[in-house]
């Protein structure tokens, strides 16, 4: 088993250069949170003293990060830890939480996976406050839906690969369900994939990849699932006939992820937090970026085992951790899994979803940047911010967003501020599956619905950090009653 870091070409673009390709999200993120900038500038904030009514607090600020040995990661997390503090909120109990702002730059949070008024959600193109460097703000909100969600920053980074979600500003959010946990496994461990040492690659210079039009994309040299790079730091010890409830978090900037436990299976209890209809197991996991799964381990094959990406390049990278049996060593062992296609259905009901009151057509391709460029991405033909409003909607009413992605690049397309139910992948139909983040493969067609039930400015958008800052977003509205 090898641990060396992926190697990149030593030649990176001049960022003078990218500066000259780069389109205006900063003019509308600037434009959108003008209103949002000028309540926070204007009241009292303190970057070192918490509101008395907070009861978490939580520091944005660079730290050295130690992920395997003399591999140091300069970076920016919260209250000096990556991933940040987990954050275990009861549903419908309300919260206050002090964000005070030492990254250096205006930075804020997004509760992703919430039903949060849109002030309180963290993302400007909603209206969401911006939080200038040395000053705080104090996000109070009633947390729901109960389940696995996760926070994260929604600044944008544009080219600078050390900022938002390129960075170590992430964490855990869990909320318990008011009536409590039925208790189907006996303890929990949590783990967040993430990459890290990113540049920009131009994917023609390394004979492989997009075609030679194709612009920008970032690589990484190292990455971690958990804390440490593979064979670093403590492994999971666990005992044998133990039920182990993994709740995994894909918190990388822009990269999917396919996950194995080698000698053991993972049965697939909720996705995006939300409980699937048919619980399924599976050998290898697919998270692609803001996706969480939680996962039953049985531990019923005593050993030394790899729990790691099914990618070389990934593992060789650092990503992946030993789970090591109680009065068990030696070297850890990794097998490769069996190659099987992720499949949503999987996890849903055979029947149809219920009809719509309204269909909407989405279609999203690219413009390539060329050699040396930045991509810009589009929706119906048309990049943020010209795609505000996406759509309009009305309260109560259910729409089905019809999705084709007819570009060779993976998607993780996400929906604030609502959940929706996955109706169809390519030609499969099914019903019941809830999530807030869905992965489209290149070429390929989903179709999802949901429920208008959270008034206010509801963003949309792929979750990959570049496509998004490249105008792969849009602002569904809803009609003022």
């Known amino acids: 088993m090898t641990f060396s870091a992926y190697r990149l070409p030593p030649r990176t673009p001049d960022q003078d250069s990218l500066r000259e390709t780069r389109f205006s999200r900063r003019k509308l993120l600037l434009g959108a949170g003008t209103a949002g900038l000028a309540a926070v500038t ?28 003399n591999k140091v990661i300069q970076t920016t997390g919260y209250n000096n830890t990556v991933p940040g503090p987990q954050l275990r909120l009861k549903e419908g109990s309300p919260v206050a939480i002090n964000v005070v702002n030492d990254s250096g730059y205006p930075n ?9 008024p849109p002030l309180q959600d963290g993302a400007v193109e909603e209206g969401s406050p911006i939080i200038p460097p040395g000053e705080s703000l104090l996000y109070s909100f009633t947390p729901k839906p109960a389940g696995t969600r996760w926070y994260h920053s929604h600044a944008m980074a544009m080219t600078d690969l050390n900022r938002s979600t390129y960075s170590g500003e992430f964490g855990f959010l869990v909320i318990d369900p008011a009536a409590g946990d039925p208790g189907r496994y006996d303890r929990e461990v949590m783990l967040a994939a993430h990459h890290w040492e990113g540049s920009w690659v131009s994917m023609q210079d390394m004979h492989k990849g ?5 612009g920008l994309e970032a690589m990484y040299r190292s990455a971690t699932l958990g804390d440490r790079m593979l064979g670093h730091g403590e492994p999971i010890r666990v005992r ?12 990388s900037g822009s990269m999917g992820i396919s996950l194995a436990l080698s000698g053991h299976r993972f049965t697939v209890v909720t996705l995006d937090g939300n409980p699937v209809p048919t619980p399924t197991t599976v050998d290898v996991l697919k998270l692609d970026v803001a996706e969480r799964a939680d996962v039953i381990v049985a531990m019923n094959n005593p050993g030394v085992w790899v729990f790691a990406s099914t990618d070389d390049d990934d593992r060789n990278m650092g990503m992946g951790v030993v789970v090591e049996y109680e009065n068990r060593n030696g070297d850890p062992l990794w097998s490769p899994p069996p190659k099987t296609a992720w499949d949503y259905t999987a996890f849903g009901r055979s029947g149809p979803a219920a009809a719509p009151d309204e269909t909407i057509d989405l279609k999203f391709e690219k413009i390539p940047g060329g050699r040396g460029g930045y991509n810009r991405w589009t929706i119906n033909g048309k990049s943020w911010p010209d795609t505000n409003p996406l759509f309009t909607v009305q309260r109560g009413k259910h729409y089905r967003l019809v999705m084709n992605n007819n570009s060779g690049d993976e998607h993780p397309v996400h929906l604030h501020r609502h959940s ?23 070429y390929s067609t989903a179709e999802i619905d949901f429920v208008a039930d959270n008034p206010g400015n509801t963003l949309f958008h792929c979750h990959h950090q570049d496509h998004m800052d490249e105008g792969f977003a849009g602002l569904i509205t809803y009609v003022k009653s």
């Open 420 to 442: 929706f139910e996955v109706t169809k992948v390519g030609d499969k139909t099914t019903s019941g599956l809830m999530k807030d983040t869905i992965s489209m493969p290149r």
């Open 108 to 116: 804020l949070i997004h509760w992703h996976g919430l039903f949060v």
């Open 210 to 214: 997009p075609p030679p039009d194709n």
């Open 42 to 69: 204007n009241r009292p904030c303190y970057a070192q003293a918490a509101p008395p009514s907070a009861d978490h607090n939580i520091r944005i600020a660079p730290i050295s990060l130690e992920i395997g040995p």
């Open 240 to 251: 044998q006939g133990e039920r182990v409830l993994f709740r995994l978090l894909n918190a």
